[in-house]
């Protein structure tokens, strides 16, 4: 029988320009978490922390500082990089380590700051993500990559700048509602459209911000949760998969080949079907980017992908509520934690602690946390425990 | 029951100084890898990069461009980073990956790539596996702090610098018989003495070597290693383990408090005693870093340890040959490729296949990779399959 595989607690800090450092911000969040679910930090088997650009505060090998600092230098912990989507791989070796039986108990933590550094340095380390040789050297940074999605996508789809626009603007909206989003600003479509083009088609709104920020969660087996007492949440599903790395390389530019593969097997490992995900967090570092999520899992059909947000089928009261907490696009995009900062979205909607964006069908969650231009992808699906 | 894991193939590239990137090294390693087990890199089901500093090239998300070039693109893949014992990291988590039965076989390559870079540049980035915060930004980097564990050694047990020096004698009169290693060339006590101090005590031979290189392994199952009918070895044991980051922290200089538990865990897992391991790869960046080593793994007793090289226990001919690979000293130290540079050698020795500095009791094989200076440690057992 295999083991079943829970999340007991979950925290982040709030999101944003940060004035501390990467490993004060991960202690911040992973202390938090291990406070929330009442744990000794003794009881950690293993840490594994989510980070892609740690060199830039000149650290490296932050995870056994990290521990050491929780007052568990004695664990084993790493760091573990696939770009955006190293929070979401941070979670699936978490969950083989707990499903091999070779820890009962692990904590995730992702970080990332980057917004000390100069505009022009944080675009150049973020573009260390593409395939450098044949995108990032070429000047194909990410709003370019993501917009040569987009025109594909309008030229093949139809979709319309108002459309990405509107993406913005929802996730504006539940970003309003939550205080640890970074930006809390609502808009509207004519200030998505009338913003400058970073990348044509695509607008300044229609990008994720550069944040910093740390999130954590307490990963152990079904038993444990149980015995800790506290509400927790289950693994129904971890898959993570890949895609080829650079656009060049891909038959199509209107999907992820490796989000529809890993929404395929989550889907299957969790034993359902797509009508029976109540609410998703999904990876919008571009407007662009939620549209292609939400059909690439089979969210809402291929017709209906480009409008979702337009009319209101993605909205908190929609027929499927996506990204409540903000998305990248405006809770932010703190490249190590995004993917466990999705985790904690989760979390808090399944526990109905969500404030004035809780959604209204919050039995099964679903994360999805793609690295770069679709290179890497993780989908989790989460169920309330029984 | 568990299933047992295996070592199906390894191989890597010289080390030494590269003019290709770690793309190509990386590649390199894993195609030499994949061929000579014969497998289709279609049936690898996740790819593990153990890699710390590909920034320096601007490549960060390595693993899926790997994965793209290996012809597997939609194969899962990541980054790990715990400095010096990434290598080893990446076994772990290869090995709870077919543990949990999420994988069957598993790809991992370690790589790395720096002495393109000015001398001073690469040191800084070497020191960022530090405690930055109290260490590396004070200007104490690895020589240092390595010199200050010497320095603690000497008082409290006695150890000469010529025990020290008999360490590297060996290791670069290993290294002579390694056409894959970075230092050739064979050196004298005296030699030793002679080079600079590149922090009191230790000199210039006692350090390790700057290097670029790859190694790759193919891990999976029993079942799986028995049907490509090649030879294969038993992963017996797999162990991570943590401990203080920054030397203030530690209760004693002169032993690896990671190592020590890590090795007593190994021993545990594969049920043998240290008495059965016939060689092992230990992690030797400097000359003292092999005495505390062999203790710590209980190799040779506590009085033993500083004059085992010079007394020629730990030769290839003695009783435990240590590093015959040439070791981190002269085989050389690609942060990334090393712990998993030291699987290979295993798996040579154990197939009999290591030319002239072939071991004689190669039935049991111990690696011992540490990340920094000891915030991080690996420790795996390998038997021959049976």
């Not at 004060?24 to 938090?32: G, I, N, Q, V």
């Not at 995004?338 to 679903?366: W, Y």
């Amino acid at each position: 029988v295999e083991r079943k595989v829970a999340v007991v607690s979950a925290a982040q800090t709030k999101y944003g320009k940060s004035p501390v450092t990467a490993r004060e911000l991960a202690l911040t969040a992973a202390a938090d978490c291990i406070d929330q679910a009442g744990a000794d930090p003794k009881e950690i088997g293993l840490g594994v922390v989510a980070n892609c650009f740690g060199v830039v505060e000149s650290q490296a090998h932050l995870a056994p500082i990290l521990m050491t600092q929780i007052g568990n230098p004695s664990a084993p912990s790493f760091t573990v990089e696939s770009a955006c989507s190293s929070g979401g791989s941070a979670l699936h070796i978490a969950f083989a380590g707990v499903r091999s039986g070779l820890y009962d108990t692990v904590l995730c933590v992702g970080v990332e700051r980057v917004t000390h550094l100069p505009l022009a340095k944080s675009t150049e380390y973020f573009s260390m993500g593409s395939d450098y040789s044949f995108e990032g050297c070429c000047g194909a940074t990410f709003p370019g990559l993501y917009a040569v999605m987009a025109r594909a996508h309008m030229h093949e789809r139809g979709t319309k700048s108002e459309d990405l626009a509107a993406v913005a603007v929802k996730n504006h909206e539940n970003a309003s509602m939550n205080p640890k989003a970074h930006l809390q600003k609502r808009i509207t479509v004519d200030e998505v459209l009338a913003s400058p083009l970073v990348a044509d088609p695509l607008h300044f709104f229609d990008c994720c911000p550069f944040s910093d920020g740390a999130a954590a969660i307490l990963v152990t087996t079904e038993e444990k949760a149980r015995k800790m007492g506290g509400e927790s949440v289950e693994v129904a599903a971890s898959v993570r998969t890949g895609g080829p790395a650079a656009l060049q390389s891909r038959e199509r530019l209107d999907s992820l080949d490796a989000a529809r593969r890993a929404a395929g097997l989550a889907y299957r490992q969790a034993r359902i079907t797509p009508k029976d995900v109540g609410f998703a967090e999904v990876h919008d570092c571009f407007t662009i980017a939620e549209v292609m999520a939400i059909e690439d899992l089979g969210l809402v059909g291929a017709k209906e992908a480009p409008r979702a947000a337009a009319e209101g089928i993605t909205a908190r009261d929609g027929a499927i509520p996506v990204n409540a907490s903000g998305g990248l696009k405006a809770k932010g995009h703190p490249v190590g934690a995004t993917g466990l900062g999705q985790v904690v979205e989760v979390f808090d909607q399944m526990l109905a602690r969500a404030g004035t964006r809780q959604v209204p069908r919050s039995d099964v969650g679903l994360t999805h946390n793609v690295g770069a231009t679709g290179g890497s992808c993780a989908v989790h699906v989460f169920k309330r425990m029984r």
